[in-house]
């Protein structure tokens, strides 16, 4: 990987994107079905739900707007997306299945907003960049699962809507840890500021 990493210093990639105020936290897909190995989960997922517990409470301690967002599918399946048609399991995702539920860790309270999406991205075709957006938000901290799936989908439509992203590495997962490390990787790279959780709280403290 050092050899990678010269490669992209020497092209121009991997510059500094500091945290800017005001802040926001997006949890990404931390629902049942992901946090079970044998549905969706796996890797280090597990240990990035109970890291996320601490970041949570931190951002609700500080008033920051926040995000939870689940997959989740039309119960005929009528509504079901091209990434369904690649994962046809990811159809069980209804709005009452168990798997579909937030993991009990992370119940979003009064004022959360509860997103639901049938795509990796949480921007995509979602009222997401207007409701951050009304509330100020100019760096995103982000959390969640999978890292190279919907986490890394959700990191670059951010920058794309004008978000500085801030992945908080000991608060994403993966079922795959090779997948999880290449794409924390390359957001580095290319996209997102990384922090592990303690480092990220105390760089966007007041």
């Known amino acids: 990987m050092s050899h990678d990493h010269d490669i992209y210093q020497k092209q121009g990639f991997g510059n500094a994107l500091a945290p800017k105020a005001p802040f926001g936290l997006l949890i990404v897909d ?4 992901f946090a079970d190995p044998l549905t ?32 989740v599918y039309q119960d005929d399946g009528a509504d079901a997306t091209v990434m369904a048609l690649k994962v ?7 709005e009452h299945a ?3 539920q937030i993991v009990s860790q992370l119940q979003p309270v009064s004022g959360e907003l ?6 990796p991205s949480a921007f995509f075709g ?33 920058m794309c809507h004008g978000f500085r992203p801030l992945v908080v590495t000991d608060c994403v997962g993966d079922r795959s840890l090779q997948a999880h490390d290449a794409n924390l990787f390359d957001m580095n790279q290319k996209y997102a500021t990384l922090m592990p959780r303690d480092v990220a709280l105390e760089a966007t403290a007041a």
């Not at 280090?44 to 409470?57: H, P, Q, S």
């Not at 509860?114 to 795509?119: G, H, S």
């Not at 009222?127 to 799936?149: D, E, K």
């Open 114 to 119: 509860v997103l639901r999406k049938t795509n």
């Open 126 to 158: 979602t009222p997401l960049p207007a409701w951050f957006a009304q509330r100020g938000v100019q760096t995103l901290l982000i959390a969640g699962c999978t890292t190279s799936g919907c986490v890394r989908a959700s990191v670059v439509d951010a």
């Open 98 to 100: 168990p798997e579909s």
């Open 40 to 71: 969706f989960g796996g890797g280090n997922i597990d240990k990035a739900i109970e890291c996320t517990r601490g970041l949570l409470a931190a951002a609700r301690n500080r008033s920051w707007p926040v995000v939870h967002t689940r997959v």
């Open 30 to 33: 931390f629902v049942n079905g």
């Open 88 to 94: 046809p399991s990811l159809l069980s995702l209804r």
